[in-house]
């Protein structure tokens, strides 16, 4: 199984323009690229981390390969987006917290999942974007923690956060 033990693919979800590319780059290399190039369907990352349960493995940890999805945004690459779903073990649900039609659009891409996801119950994240902006805010993050507890994502296995 190569150098991993584990192979785990997140597909991040949201409108186009939402930060979802540079998330992805700046969680697995760290890099943030300043100016905007719209994803032309579908486009991955990969990082490898090591999960240290304290069990197995001779005490080294197990090694996780995680291929983080990026998807197009624009309605037109929709039906292209939704083929990834199934292969998907868990979502990243992104919103641009200076844009209130994103957060709003937030339970439309859950409904674009629920119908396409390969299982009742996938992991999902709802993630609050672009928080380096602060002065330009329009979801708050009261607000943002509220969806997700109406959702029924601020479990163990689903969350909202915010990203810079």
Known sequence: MGDYDYLI???????????KTSFLHRYTDNTFIAQ???TVGIDFKEKKVVYKSGRGYGGRGQRVLLQLWDTAGQERFRSLTTAFFRDAMGFILIFDITNEQSFLNIRD????LKIHAYCETPDIIICGNKSDLENRRQVST????????QLGYSNKHSFFFQMH
């Open 9 to 19: 693919k997140f597909l991040a979800l949201g409108d186009s323009g939402v930060g």
């Open 36 to 38: 905007f190039i719209s």
């Open 109 to 112: 891409w859950l409904s674009q």
């Open 142 to 149: 009261a607000r943002a923690k509220q969806l997700a507890d």
